[in-house]
């Protein structure tokens, strides 16, 4: 079956330092990997999604600057929060979809859960 | 983003039916999906509906009015396992991606 795991699943950082959390895909082609995150107030936000081949797109209110993201190959997928603050924490969720296969589902990782100190 | 708008909240009993509405701005729209999410874990997938009318898959069945920007996520003999928060996620062709609301916190009580 198709599974995206995400780590770390927890993790902690101080003000001003950096993060970075990776994705990876099995059993299906990642074409496409969209970031998402998750506000403590529940707000679904998108970061960015990234089409092996094409430019990554950045939602406004994101940029490449702050949330740099490397997609390489079909099954890996990563993500950095550069100068992380209080307004970055919450849950990072990385959703990848096979852009060749017949289905329209996008498939969750758990999420990396970040708190900013 | 995209205007998708969900209620924060909704309860109902155990053995009965719960109502999940979602609105979206309509503009572009180019299929919706339901997701489940439990507190602290990915969402998982429950349904995806691109054409108007009811979709019955059983213990959820979705609807979609593309004319008015309207879905709902239909849950029949509810248990109480089915406490969750539900996701509505439209699609948009031009970046192929979902756009979420922020999801309605079901209760389910005895």
């Known amino acids: 079956g198709a599974l995206v795991y995400q780590y770390p699943r927890r993790t902690i950082c101080k003000s001003g330092t950096s993060m970075r959390m990776e994705c990876q895909a099995v059993g299906f082609q990642a074409t496409s990997v969209a970031w998402y995150r998750q506000s403590p107030q529940k707000t679904f936000e998108l970061i960015a999604l990234s089409t092996v081949n094409s430019a990554i797109k950045y939602e406004q209110n994101f940029t490449q600057e702050k949330f740099p993201i490397s997609h390489p190959n079909l099954s890996f997928s990563s993500m950095t929060v550069l100068n992380a603050y209080l307004e970055d924490r919450g849950l990072y969720l990385c959703?990848?979809?096979?852009?060749?296969?017949?289905?329209?589902?996008?498939?969750f990782g758990p999420g990396t859960r970040l708190t900013v100190l | 983003g995209q205007g998708v708008e969900q209620p924060d909240n909704l309860m109902s009993v155990e053995g009965t039916f719960a109502r999940v509405n979602c609105t979206y701005s309509?503009?572009?729209?180019?299929?919706l999906s339901w997701y489940q999410q439990r507190e602290g874990h990915a969402p998982v997938f429950l349904s995806y509906v691109v054409l108007d009318g009811l979709k019955d898959s059983g213990h959820f069945s979705t609807f979609l009015s593309r004319s008015n920007g309207y879905s709902y996520l239909l849950l029949t003999e509810l248990q109480i396992k089915d406490s969750a928060s539900y996701l509505c996620?439209?699609?948009?062709?031009?970046?192929?991606?979902?756009?979420f609301g922020s999801g309605t916190k079901l209760t389910v009580e005895p």
């Open positions: 309509t503009s572009g729209f180019n299929g």
């Open positions: 996620a439209v699609r948009w062709p031009n970046y192929n991606v979902l756009y």
């Open positions: 959703g990848a979809r096979d852009l060749q296969g017949a289905g329209a589902e996008q498939f």
